[in-house]
């Protein structure tokens, strides 16, 4: 076969990995931006993801940090309100499960067994509802309230993770440990898409955002469903792919979408693509 | 049902929370921390202070050490809080839980150091170690010598290091420099380490001052009896 004689579709097959590992090259980047400093004594960013200050003026504060804190009763100084209100600001705009798509070590752990899960053909155990992350957050709040204590960094796997890495584990693996097996045994996505806190917050913040991703050619799908298979929050997808129908538009706005990119990638059919939020009409599609 | 399950698992961690966060005397927190209830809910562990401090003296508490994971402290024995002037520690705090209020290392209140072991403390046992008072940062104000009679020998003078409470910083560069073994003056948390008079005491020589005269008047000045027979005065 000559390369002239290449179809669309042949080319797609075999370049399916653009975004993935744009993403992966995002997660690797900012966790080496952290570790610069303490393996090679390259100090651009120091902290960790719960609170950090790049080159020793951009502060930037994890917003569920932040409200924990501000739940246990205590009123933080400029430096943490100014670095989440700068968080803030950058997820209003990309969509706030960006960061557990491109930025969370923790996907590294969850993508894993996710991948492992499917090799090995694992099927599902329980099934806990997708709100769980919200009650779950709630709780937190009102707990942290109540005792006075910022009580989910007791347990929470994503600063345990980011943390161990730059500052030492001690058993904090065994917690991202249980976090893999959970997800590979128990739940399939189980702690990014239906228990993590953390990314429920970074959700809400992303309910408006700019970026979205686009199915704005759902006429071209075949229902190979390639997209649901690879999307860790395929319930997103659904109404936006087969939603011409009811009047749906073809932007993707659930507020669980990560913007991974993943569907993009996958699609034969180019279906979907990265855009805005705007013109979501039925004439976009 | 989620809602149940929710809370539930927010019950179980914030037991666990709540047990996992007594804090041992010999791990201290940095200086201007807030009282240690209030810095729980403040702190984010992001390990800033660690990073700021020059003399590697803050670590950042691992899952399976008994402090709070990922918050910072130190131990004294190891390495102690060198007091810098500029208190790179507090400034770098994102949150305030390092009280930026703190701004003399001196009013720092880390713990307080107590002469906890009199019986292998060299000064008490008549010798001129000196260590822990040599290197105080507030040498004669956190601890000074007084002098007391040595017992044992009859004609000896013993210089017993002294804190006064009121002016250690907790920096526990005594303990750190302690000869022994095992050191005979520790650094304790603040409320292991002090008593608390009860609240309606008043000291007559304080109020007597601050009245410039004594609140009881015409007090009976009783005869002193001179001792071997001496008669009255």
Same mark, same amino acid.
């Given at each position: 076969m000559t390369a002239a004689s290449l179809t669309h579709a042949d080319v797609r097959t075999r370049w399916r990995w653009k975004w993935l590992l744009l993403r992966r090259a995002s997660q690797l980047?900012?966790?080496?931006?952290?570790?610069?400093?303490?393996?090679?004594?390259?100090?651009?960013?120091?902290?960790?993801?719960?609170?950090?200050?790049?080159?020793?003026?951009?502060?930037?504060?994890?917003?569920?940090?932040?409200?924990?804190?501000?739940?246990?009763?205590?009123?933080?100084?400029?430096?943490?309100?100014?670095?989440v209100g700068i968080i803030v600001a950058f997820y209003l705009l990309v969509g706030g499960r960006v960061f557990c798509g491109w930025v969370c070590p923790v996907n590294l752990v969850t993508d894993g067994a996710a991948w492992l899960r499917e090799k090995l053909g694992l099927r599902a155990r329980a099934r806990p509802p997708r709100a769980t992350r919200y009650w779950l957050?709630?709780?937190?709040?009102?707990?942290?309230?109540?005792?006075?204590?910022?009580?989910?960094?007791?347990?929470?796997?994503?600063?345990?993770?980011?943390?161990?890495l730059i500052f030492g584990f001690g058993f904090a693996w065994l917690v991202l440990l249980a976090v893999f097996l959970f997800d590979l045994l128990v739940t399939s996505r189980g702690w990014c898409s239906h228990v993590c806190p953390m990314g429920a917050t970074y959700s809400l913040l992303g309910a408006a955002?700019?970026?979205?991703?686009?199915?704005?050619?759902?006429?071209?799908?075949?229902?190979?469903?390639?997209?649901?298979?690879?999307?860790?929050?395929?319930?997103?997808?659904?109404?936006?792919?087969?939603?011409?129908?009811?009047?749906?538009g073809p932007v993707i706005t659930g507020i669980n979408c990560t913007n991974c990119g993943r569907c993009i990638d996958v699609c034969d059919q180019d279906v979907f693509r990265f855009g805005t939020r705007f013109h979501n009409t039925m004439e976009a599609s | 049902?989620?809602?149940? /399950?929710?809370?539930?698992?927010? /019950?179980?961690?914030?037991?666990?929370?709540?047990?996992?966060?007594?804090?041992?005397?010999?791990?201290?927190?940095?200086? /201007?921390?807030?009282?240690?209830?209030?810095?729980?809910?403040?702190?984010?562990?992001? /390990?800033?202070c660690v990073r700021d401090c020059p003399y590697d003296t803050l670590d950042l508490a691992r899952l399976g050490e008994p402090v709070a994971t990922g918050t910072p402290y130190f131990v004294a024995r190891q390495v102690p809080c060198e007091m810098c002037e500029d208190i790179p520690c507090v400034k770098a705090c994102p949150t305030g839980a390092l009280d930026p209020e703190l701004t003399d290392i001196d009013d720092a209140r880390m713990g307080v150091a107590v002469l906890i072991d009199q019986q292998t403390c060299l000064n008490f046992l008549g010798l001129r170690c000196d260590v822990c008072y040599?290197?105080?940062?507030?040498?004669?104000?956190?601890?000074?010598?007084?002098?007391?009679?040595?017992?044992?020998?009859?004609?000896?003078?013993?210089?017993?290091?002294?804190?006064?409470?009121?002016?250690?910083t907790g920096c526990g560069k005594c303990e750190a420099a302690c000869v022994l073994e095992v050191a005979?003056?520790?650094?304790?948390?603040?409320?292991?380490?002090?008593?608390?008079?009860?609240?309606?005491?008043r000291l007559g020589w304080e109020e007597q001052e601050k009245a410039g005269e004594s609140l009881i008047k015409g007090i009976i000045d009783l005869p002193d009896r001179m001792p071997n027979g001496g008669g009255v005065r």
């Open positions: 980047v900012i966790l080496a931006l952290f570790l610069l400093g303490p393996w090679a004594g390259i100090w651009i960013v120091k902290g960790n993801l719960s609170s950090s200050l790049t080159l020793g003026v951009l502060p930037l504060t994890d917003p569920f940090l932040l409200l924990q804190v501000l739940a246990s009763g205590h009123l933080p100084e400029a430096t943490a309100l100014v670095g957050l709630a709780t937190l709040l009102v707990a942290s309230a109540v005792t006075g204590m910022a009580v989910w960094e007791w347990v929470n796997p994503v600063s345990m993770l980011h943390r161990g955002s700019l970026l979205r991703v686009r199915a704005d050619r759902r006429a071209d799908c075949d229902d190979c469903m390639e997209c649901f298979r690879v999307c860790p929050e395929p319930q997103v997808i659904q109404p936006v792919l087969k939603g011409s129908e009811q009047g749906i | 049902m989620t809602a149940c /399950g929710a809370a539930l698992l927010g /019950g179980f961690v914030t037991l666990y929370a709540r047990g996992a966060s007594a804090l041992p005397a010999q791990a201290l927190r940095p200086p /201007g921390a807030l009282d240690e209830d209030a810095f729980l809910g403040a702190c984010v562990r992001c /390990g800033l040599r290197v105080c940062p507030l040498i004669d104000e956190a601890i000074s010598l007084e002098l007391d009679h040595n017992k044992r020998t009859g004609k000896h003078t013993r210089f017993l290091p002294t804190v006064d409470a009121d002016a250690c005979a003056i520790k650094v304790l948390p603040t409320a292991l380490a002090k008593g608390q008079l009860g609240s309606h005491y």
